[in-house]
């Protein structure tokens, strides 16, 4: 068992979460219970999350995309009174973790991207205010368009759209979990053999085309889902907690 308030100043400190100008509050959105026995840990926040962490009995959630963002309404009506109706009848804490899980060097979206495709990572990537979001990444050897859609095919599943304008040989890889098709340019200009991100905009064809570099879009919940499953794992491990990730699949 683990104190909520403990746990909170934990993630908010590995996090950094004050160290970005995010358009989202980072940490607790939701208030529950003080005691935690079992964290889940999801994408996004949305029903059939809470629903099936309510069936595990969990008292904390932990998304990538919480409930709040800076724009949104300020009336609580809906949609989202009756997410908030769930949760506080379990008594169930909602924490959520935007861009600083998206940076962090370890636990982060790309981070954990670059390390599940054995890219080694080089230097900065994506700059959002002045701070990266990601790093480079390259690989030893050079490897074919096909040997990286395997690779692709195995780490996110589904079928990642492709735009096969690059180089014969591929070693050098931009990556930025999400929605970042704008970064292609970064990319062009860091010398990237492939840009991969989460979705796509309709100019990036053109993009690839005309500049001569692969665009591949895996999926914006795809390329999420990591993060957070690494700091559920660094939770239960740090509080001697149950962990469980729940995957609700997102075709986007």
Same mark, same amino acid.
């Given at each position: 068992?683990?104190?909520?308030?403990?746990?909170?100043?934990?993630?908010?400190?590995?996090?950094?979460?004050?160290?970005?100008?995010?358009?989202?509050?980072?940490?607790?959105?939701?208030?529950?219970?003080?005691?935690?026995?079992?964290?889940?840990?999801?994408?996004?926040?949305?029903?059939?999350?809470?629903?099936?962490?309510?069936?595990?009995?969990?008292?904390?959630?932990?998304?990538?995309?919480?409930?709040?963002?800076?724009?949104?309404?300020?009336?609580?009506?809906?949609?989202?009174?009756?997410?908030?109706?769930?949760?506080?009848?379990?008594?169930?804490?909602?924490?959520?973790?935007? @861009?600083? #899980? =998206?940076?962090?060097?370890?636990?982060?979206?790309?981070?954990?991207?670059?390390?599940? &495709?054995? /890219?080694?990572? %080089?230097?900065?990537?994506?700059?959002?205010?002045?701070?990266?979001?990601?790093?480079?990444?390259?690989?030893?050897?050079? @490897?074919? #368009? =096909?040997?990286?859609?395997?690779?692709?095919?195995?780490?996110?599943?589904?079928?990642? &759209?492709? /735009?096969?304008? %690059?180089?014969?040989?591929?070693?050098?890889?931009?990556?930025?979990?999400?929605?970042?098709?704008?970064?292609?340019?970064?990319?062009?200009?860091?010398?990237?053999?492939?840009?991969?991100?989460?979705?796509?905009?309709?100019?990036?064809?053109?993009?690839?085309?005309?500049?001569?570099?692969?665009?591949?879009?895996?999926?914006?919940?795809?390329?999420?889902?990591?993060?957070?499953?690494?700091?559920?794992?660094?939770?239960?491990?740090?509080?001697?907690?149950?962990?469980?990730?729940?995957?609700?699949?997102?075709?986007?």
């Amino acid at each position: 068992m683990a104190n909520l308030t403990e746990i909170e100043t934990h993630l908010r400190n590995i996090l950094q979460c004050d160290r970005i100008d995010d358009y989202c509050p980072n940490g607790v959105q939701v208030r529950g219970g003080h005691n935690i026995t079992r964290v889940v840990s999801g994408v996004t926040a949305c029903m059939a999350l809470f629903e099936a962490a309510v069936a595990v009995n969990a008292q904390l959630i932990i998304t990538h995309h919480g409930l709040f963002w800076n724009k949104d309404p300020r009336v609580v009506e809906g949609m989202l009174k009756h997410r908030l109706k769930l949760l506080l009848e379990h008594d169930i804490t909602l924490m959520g973790f935007h @861009l600083p #899980l =998206d940076m962090h060097p370890e636990l982060g979206n790309n981070a954990q991207i670059l390390n599940r &495709l054995q /890219l080694i990572a %080089g230097e900065p990537f994506g700059v959002y205010k002045g701070s990266a979001l990601s790093k480079m990444g390259h690989w030893e050897q050079s @490897l074919s #368009l =096909d040997q990286v859609q395997q690779k692709l095919q195995k780490l996110f599943g589904g079928e990642p &759209l492709v /735009l096969p304008y %690059g180089p014969p040989n591929i070693r050098k890889v931009a990556v930025c979990s999400g929605g970042a098709p704008e970064l292609i340019h970064e990319a062009v200009t860091a010398g990237a053999d492939l840009f991969l991100t989460g979705e796509a905009s309709e100019p990036v064809y053109h993009v690839a085309r005309e500049m001569g570099i692969h665009f591949v879009a895996a999926g914006h919940h795809r390329t999420e889902m990591f993060g957070v499953q690494a700091v559920g794992e660094r939770l239960a491990q740090t509080f001697s907690l149950e962990h469980t990730f729940i995957d609700i699949p997102n075709p986007i």
